[in-house]
Structure formats: C-alpha cells, structure tokens
C-alpha cells in the first residue's frame, strides 16, 4: 500500500450531556490507530462554532493527533471570520476544512448569506490572511452538490475552490467508485493536481443511510437499497452486509489510487475501526 495514502476520521459536536461524556473514550478508540487527523464539524448557520473549537482544542490535549475544525461562511462576515481564523491559529491548528455551509431551509439561492457567498471567497480570504499557515481542505462532490444547478456549473465551482489556494479535497461520502474515478478523470483533464480523498461513511442502519444519502445528494444503488431494506430487522447481518459493501468499495478506491480516505465517523468507534480492521489498514509506527 502506497505509503502516501493517509486517513483520517470526522466528528461533530456533542450536542447532548451524554454525548459530550462518551466523546472522549470513543476518540480514544479512534487515536488508538494513529490516523492523519481528525475533523471537527459544526451546524447550519455557524450554530456550534463554540463547539468546534472546544471539541478541536480537547482532541489534541487528550491525543496528540492534529484537528481540523470546519469554517463556514454562511451567515458570516469578514471581521468574524478573521476572529475565527486568529483563533484556531492562537491554539496551534495548522488545518482548515473551508466550507459554504448549509443554507438556511428559505434559503432561495445557493449564494450564502454574508459577506462570503461561495466557499471559493473562504479560501481566498485565508490565504489573504494567512499566507500558507493553514493547510485548507475543501469539498468535492463526485455526485454534483445536492442544491448544485448541474454538473458542469457544479464543477466549476471546485475548480474555483482549487485556484483560490485549496491544498486538498475531501468528497462527499458516495457509494458508486465509478463516481468517485470520474470525478478525478474531470480533474485531470482540467489539470487540477490537488489529491481528492474519499470520503467514506460506513453503513449501520437502514433507514440512517438512506437519510444522509438523500439529504446530501448521493446516490444509493438499488441493490445495495434492497439489501439492506430487507435486512433492517437482523441487525447483525445488516451490519455483516454493510462492512462487506464498504469494505470493497474502499478497496476499490484505494486500488484505483484514491490518496486516502476520510471516515465520517458519525460519533462513534466500531464501525469505522471493524472497517479499518476489515481494510487492514496500516498503524504508523
């Protein structure tokens, strides 16, 4: 395995007392396999900023591993924004995930609310800022952005997000490799070299998966549907079915030259570390 492929995990927030007091045994867990980095999200509108920077800041007192906290524009203006940044800077975080962010549910225009309208402008505002200080992630959206116009616009505007000065990209979690190969074909073809991890969620639950692949506009195979439909009542084997469906999709990835792959943890251990057990994924020493 190429030494350069690296993995990382995201989390969120606790949003509840019981959450905030099981996050520290679950990352933990995750440490324990030394990934690259751990992400940090925050809600709609920049509702948990404060969130994010306490969870970033506890990961790497209790860890050791490097966090990424996730800043979005929506909502925000240039003096909040550069408070954030100077902030994350402050407590030693070397790692930006730039994101738009998720429009406010009447929100008539895919133009975010604020003085920074596309994820693009984030970009450019922090390298205006910061110089080379933060390494910035950004989105891709091998599937098209879920509120995206159509593919080409929706390519355009990656291809804005990579000339601004992103360092990276992390995909939208997707369950069609061919998605994902495409998507880099397109990269190549307009000569955009930035690595483009994938992102990758692993299957726990039936009636979960569909939700999060309807809400971000990723596209669950019929197959794979009906399967896990007929088996939301057997726990045990829906999870058996789950682990080997993602498990050769990352394979896959990784064999077809995916850089790494990002897990969207959603907040717990075991089925992101059966899947990295699965994956036999390497433990840097």
């Known amino acids: 395995m190429a030494q350069t492929q690296s993995f990382s995990f995201e989390l969120f927030p606790p949003r509840t007392p019981e959450g905030v007091a099981k996050l520290p045994a679950i990352v933990a867990q995750l440490a324990a396999v030394k990934p690259k980095y751990f992400s940090v999200t925050h809600g709609a509108g920049g509702s948990t900023q404060d969130g994010t920077y306490d969870t970033v800041v506890k990961v790497v007192e209790h860890t050791g591993v490097e966090a990424a906290p996730h800043l979005t524009c929506v909502g925000s203006t240039r003096a909040n924004i550069a408070a954030l940044l100077q902030r994350y800077r402050d407590a030693g975080v070397k790692r930006i995930v730039a994101l738009r962010g998720d429009l406010p549910a009447t929100a008539m225009s895919p133009s975010a609310p604020g003085e920074f309208h596309y994820a693009n402008e984030l970009v450019g505002f922090i390298r205006e800022t910061h110089g080379d200080?933060?390494?910035?992630?950004?989105?891709?959206?091998?599937?098209?952005?879920?509120?995206?116009s159509g593919p080409i616009v929706d390519f355009e505007h990656f291809r804005r997000k990579v000339e601004a000065g992103a360092d990276a990209a992390i995909t939208q979690l997707f369950y069609n490799a061919d998605s994902y190969f495409d998507f880099i074909e397109r990269c190549a073809k307009a000569k955009l070299t930035i690595p483009v991890i994938a992102g990758v969620m692993p299957i726990t639950g039936f009636q979960n998966i569909v939700r999060f692949c309807t809400s971000c506009g990723a596209d669950l195979p019929r197959w794979i549907r009906l399967r896990l439909e007929e088996l939301q009542d057997d726990k045990?084997?829906?999870?058996d079915f789950g682990l080997d469906v993602v498990t050769r999709l990352c394979e896959t990835l990784l064999k077809g030259g995916a850089p790494g792959l990002h897990f969207y943890t959603i907040n717990q251990a075991e089925p992101t570390l059966r899947l990295w057990k699965n994956l036999a994924l390497p433990v840097p020493v």
């Open 133 to 148: 200080a933060f390494e910035i992630e950004v989105a891709a959206y091998p599937e098209m952005h879920p509120q995206g």
């Open 236 to 239: 045990p084997a829906l999870l």
